[in-house]
């Protein structure tokens, strides 16, 4: 299975690849054919999906068929998240194909973060699609191991913890690739970056810094209120916040690639 992922990365890279007009107009890539780095990210990506559903076994009856096909939306939910996490990698690597020490140096803990990401994550998923479909008994489930009660944790405890990782998470991956684009950013003159392409690398850096800025709200609002449901619920101005900012900086991206097209005619 996990060869299976693998593969399909390396897909969909080519696919991309050759139509880098298209999936990137804005910026030329300078990243060439898929390096070693790269396609060692993608074995892990791939690693990783696999033990998204690893537990998921092959059904013997309707019922665990029923079953596997009512809980789908824990898988979908995860498998976004790890694409968003991919894409971005990808983006990164294609636009300015950099493997220094430091960009390898962080890129094997953004691997490394992306694999512990994918147990909080499909473990927080569980939980609201538990909520949404009503099931308490499911829910409460999750929470009620006596091995960890042993330990003096109670069931509240239990939440505040998950909200506690699962922002771990996000702010480990999202700002380890904010660091990333940080190290292209400082090497723009080497990149030979132009105005355009100067904007849309702070874009980027802008909106990883959003996401990890929005998990420590989160943790924030965890810590003054001691509520998990409200720490959950400020995750979800995400979407809004990179919806804006991404609408206004695409409205300025496209004024500077015009003025560039203008300042080209004219010299």
Request: charged fraction near 15%.
């Amino acid at each position: 299975m996990t060869l299976f992922y693998h593969q399909a990365f390396l897909m969909i890279r080519e696919h991309l690849f050759h139509k880098r007009a298209a999936a990137d107009p804005l910026f030329r890539w300078r990243g060439g054919e898929v390096s070693r780095l790269e396609a060692f990210s993608d074995a892990v990506f791939a690693l990783t999906l696999t033990l998204l559903v690893v537990s998921v076994s092959a059904p013997t009856s309707f019922y665990e068929l029923y079953v596997t096909v009512r809980d789908l939306p824990i898988f979908l939910v995860s498998f976004a998240m790890l694409m968003m996490a991919w894409f971005y990698h990808y983006q990164f690597f294609r636009r300015y194909g950099m493997e220094d020490a430091m960009t390898t140096t962080l890129n094997a803990a953004f691997m490394f973060l992306v694999v512990f990401f994918a147990y909080p994550l499909k473990f927080l998923a569980t939980f609201l699609w538990g909520l949404v479909r009503g099931d308490r008994e499911g829910v409460n489930g999750l929470f009620q191991d006596p091995r960890i009660q042993e330990l003096g944790f109670s069931e509240f405890d239990e939440r505040v913890w998950m909200m506690h990782i699962y922002a771990i998470g996000i702010i480990g991956v999202f700002g380890v690739l904010a660091m990333m684009v940080g190290v292209a950013l400082k090497k723009r003159k080497e990149l030979e970056l132009d105005e355009l392409e100067l904007f849309l690398t702070k874009r980027a850096l802008l909106h990883h810094c959003m996401t990890v800025s929005v998990a420590l709200l989160s943790v924030m609002v965890l810590m003054t209120t001691n509520q998990p449901g409200l720490a959950g619920i400020t995750y979800f101005i995400m979407g809004p916040l990179h919806g804006i900012v991404g609408w206004r900086g695409g409205v300025r991206a496209e004024q500077i690639h015009q003025a560039l097209i203008l300042k080209a005619k004219q010299g």
